[in-house]
């Protein structure tokens, strides 16, 4: 079983998506900082995870999520909070 995941890091108040077949490792991975993007990050806290059947439909979803966030980030940083 594959999962999509969500983290986030209070310490640099940054959210991280990703997806993996092993989620208790790759966890693990994030927060023992042997992963680049999110070395700095730790401790990552899971916020939630979506579970697919296929690596494919987990690229997929991983994908579009990563879009959804990006264009909500731009929304954001072009309206004046």
């Keep these: 079983m594959w999962r999509v995941y969500y983290l986030y890091s209070k310490k640099i ?3 991280y998506i990703g997806k993996t077949n ?3 490792r790759r966890l693990n991975e994030h927060n ?3 992963e680049q993007y999110t070395k700095k ?3 990552w806290l899971l916020i939630g995870y ?3 059947h296929s ?3 987990a690229c997929n979803l991983e994908t579009k999520l990563k879009k959804a ?3 909500v980030r ?3 940083y072009r309206t004046k909070w």
């Design 13 to 15: 108040n940054k959210y």
């Design 22 to 24: 092993d989620l208790k």
């Design 32 to 34: 023992l900082g042997q």
């Design 41 to 43: 990050g730790e401790p």
């Design 50 to 52: 979506i579970e697919c």
């Design 55 to 57: 690596n494919k439909e």
């Design 69 to 71: 966030k990006k264009k």
């Design 74 to 76: 731009s929304l954001v």
